[in-house]
């Protein structure tokens, strides 16, 4: 059974940096695309950032370029988001996830996606 267990969350002051990680487990997290959504309350889950099977290529939602980075550690198993500069509107719950198929690049969607992890709070006070 896959698994995909988010932590790092936490209360922070604009301006702060948090640093989110993802632990997979259950399956080849090396073949896989991971992604980093988040929502807020009262809204939609919105896209952050994704990163392909190896690393080598990421994706940024505009909200997110110049300020997070997307990483992973694939003999670790574990994804990471780095954030910084952090904004009162980047308040949210963020969740971690596994691409639907080995090898395929995702981003935006999703339904592009099958595994979800059970999501870590970021708050930022102002």
């Known amino acids: 059974q896959v698994q995909l267990v988010e932590s790092g969350g936490g209360l922070v002051q604009a301006g702060g940096s948090l640093r989110l990680s993802c632990v997979a487990s259950?399956?080849?997290?090396?073949?896989?695309?991971m992604g980093w959504f988040r929502q807020a309350p009262g809204k939609e889950r919105d896209f952050v950032a994704s990163i392909t099977w190896g690393g080598s290529r990421t994706y940024y939602a505009d909200s997110a370029k110049g300020r997070f980075t997307i990483s992973r550690n694939n003999a670790k198993n574990t994804l990471y988001l780095q954030m910084n500069s952090l904004k009162s509107e980047d308040t949210a719950v963020y969740y971690c996830?596994?691409?639907?198929?080995?090898?395929?690049?995702?981003?935006?969607?999703?339904?592009?996606?099958?595994?979800w992890g059970q999501g870590t709070q970021v708050t930022v006070s102002s």
């Open positions: 259950g399956r080849t997290f090396s073949r896989y695309s």
């Open positions: 996830a596994s691409s639907r198929e080995a090898f395929v690049v995702v981003t935006t969607t999703p339904g592009e996606y099958d595994y």
